[in-house]
């Protein structure tokens, strides 16, 4: 704004406008988490995307090892995140055959986007139940949820994933990512990995500037720019495979203070695991080309 003798006075329009943004912006602020409690839940929309999520695709499935998971201190790694995370929500979150098999779980996100994005919190408010819950994957949140021994769904690569994103690439970003082995291990859980064949057929991504994207992502910044469905690019391609597995279980000690070795040994027999998996139901999945890159 002009100030001192050439300052004029704002117009009866401007002050409402101005007054519009200002009540917006703290319309936004009252939303975020601390501003007011949880919103409604919605059961009707809940139910309708559990009943009709899976067929805005070609295919939706889920496989694996589905008898084999215990109601409780199972872990669910799920990859790769992709640009949207279809296998983890569609076939993880709004599955129905997930939630017969694994109970109470609770489904663990980017506490950003958990809880200071006002449309995103909202909808995930609106579609939780007894059986599901989505929360904020920071430390402690994460620590507070496994001390109660309920089960737990969590992407590993989480941003970085997406950003490694290519069409048509198989890839996965968790090398260096071990704190969710030290949980499952301080808190005694079994370690499920859990593979989505056809993640990487949802959008077409810009795949440019990836140093400098990947590090932005490393301070939860979600650096990735898609293209899907041409009616509504947002959206992801309709003609999209997406075939979820759910391995084997790793049955991991319970130690309480572990060591970086022993954290470090039971991320490479993870990582093992993932590679296994991954091999073994490439084919059935109808991938059978496909090939996994653990950055």
């Known amino acids: 704004a002009v100030r001192g003798p050439a300052a004029t006075a704002p117009t009866t329009g401007q002050r409402v406008v101005a007054v519009c943004a200002a009540g ?67 076939n993880g979150c709004f599955g129905a055959d997930f939630a017969k098999a694994s109970g109470r779980t609770n489904w663990l996100l980017d506490g950003n986007l958990r809880y200071k994005n006002p449309l995103f919190r909202a909808m995930s408010d609106a579609v939780a139940n007894d059986d599901r819950h989505l929360e904020s994957a920071d430390k402690l949140s994460c620590q507070k949820v496994m001390a109660t021994g309920e089960n737990v769904a969590l992407i590993p690569g989480g941003f970085q994933d997406a950003v490694a994103y290519q069409f048509g690439k198989d890839r996965t970003v968790f090398r260096r990512k071990k704190g969710f082995i030290k949980y499952c291990l301080q808190f005694g859980y079994r370690l499920h990995p859990v593979y989505t064949f056809g993640e990487s057929t949802t959008f077409y991504a810009f795949t440019g500037l990836q140093r400098l994207r990947m590090r932005l992502s490393e301070y939860n910044i979600p650096m990735v720019l898609f293209f899907g469905w041409p009616l509504f690019p947002i959206l992801p391609m309709t003609n ?19 060591t970086p070795e022993e954290v470090d040994q039971w991320h490479t027999k993870y990582m093992e695991s993932l590679k296994e998996l991954f091999v073994a139901k490439r084919t059935e999945a109808g991938f059978p080309d496909a090939q996994l890159e653990i950055l």
Request: glycine share 10%; net charge positive; proline share 6%.
């Open 240 to 258: 999209a495979r997406i075939v979820t597995y759910v391995g084997k279980a790793i049955d991991l000690p319970h130690i309480p203070t572990p």
């Open 24 to 90: 917006m912006a703290s319309f936004l602020a009252w939303l975020c988490k601390g501003g007011k409690g949880d919103f409604a839940r919605r059961p009707a929309l809940r139910e309708f995307l559990v009943r009709w999520g899976s067929h805005y695709y070609e295919q939706a499935e889920l496989r694996g090892e589905l008898g084999s998971i215990q109601k409780e201190k199972s872990f669910f790694a799920f990859h790769p995140h992709g640009c949207l995370s279809a296998g983890f929500t569609i």
